[in-house]
């Protein structure tokens, strides 16, 4: 009896938006369901969440874009929270899925997180590690407190910082935004222990699980 066909999960394309000024390159999972919109922490970048996307792939749209500056997003005037959400929200609004994402910030991207979901439609709002007050002021201080020993071995090349002083400037107007429209979820939100850092990493599949369940 032949074998039935399974259908392959959806592979992952790179692209870009149009804007030359603000453009953001990102990848995708998908074409259909609500978007799970993925944002890294600043000095990494967009590969960090290919191992959850992986898992992810096949229930929802996944997004993940390279920030302003970082990967192969180039840099711009202007790295605001308020203009980078909004620069977002476009790009969610182009793939015309017609449904409010969820919104997944690591580390400082959890600022972001908040940000785009105090301005536009969000499903819900997911945010770790995010750190306490203020944007560090040097690039040790930000990665002394990221968690970064907490990443397994065969994911370490997921977690590779970008280590420009001159980077972290650009974002030094970034400050932790106060939660006036965040969801409250159950599981969601900030992660206490410091021995969880990267946990999207640290367990990808468990990670991809904990999204799935938001759906």
């Not at 074409?31 to 229930?59: C, K, N, S």
């Not at 201080?141 to 990221?146: C, E």
């Not at 939660?179 to 367990?203: C, I, K, N, V, Y």
Request: charged share 20%; proline share 11%.
């Amino acid at each position: 009896m032949p074998c039935a066909m399974q259908p392959q999960p959806p592979r992952r394309s790179t692209h870009a938006t149009n804007s030359p000024l603000n453009r953001l390159v990102y990848d995708r999972w998908g074409q259909f369901g609500r978007p799970v919109l993925l944002l890294h922490g600043l000095l990494f970048d967009r590969t960090m969440w290919w191992p959850v996307a992986a898992e992810l792939a096949g229930e929802g749209t996944v997004i993940a874009p390279d920030l302003p500056g970082h990967g192969q997003s180039p840099p711009r005037a202007d790295y605001s929270l308020e203009r980078i959400a909004g620069d977002l929200a476009g790009l969610v609004h182009g793939l015309q899925l017609h449904r409010a994402p969820i919104v997944v910030g690591h580390g400082t991207a959890a600022w972001l997180a908040v940000a785009f979901a105090d301005a536009y439609a969000t499903h819900c709002v997911l945010t770790f590690d995010e750190p306490a007050g203020t944007l560090p002021g040097t690039v040790d201080g930000l990665l002394d407190g990221a968690g970064l020993a907490a990443v397994p071995e065969p994911y370490r090349q997921f977690a590779e910082p970008r280590r420009d002083p001159a980077l972290l400037k650009a974002y030094a107007g970034w400050k932790e935004q106060p939660p006036t429209r965040r969801l409250a979820l159950a599981g969601a939100g900030r992660s206490p222990a410091p021995e969880r850092g990267f946990g999207h990493l640290a367990d990808p599949e468990g990670f991809a699980a904990r999204l799935r369940a938001l759906l």
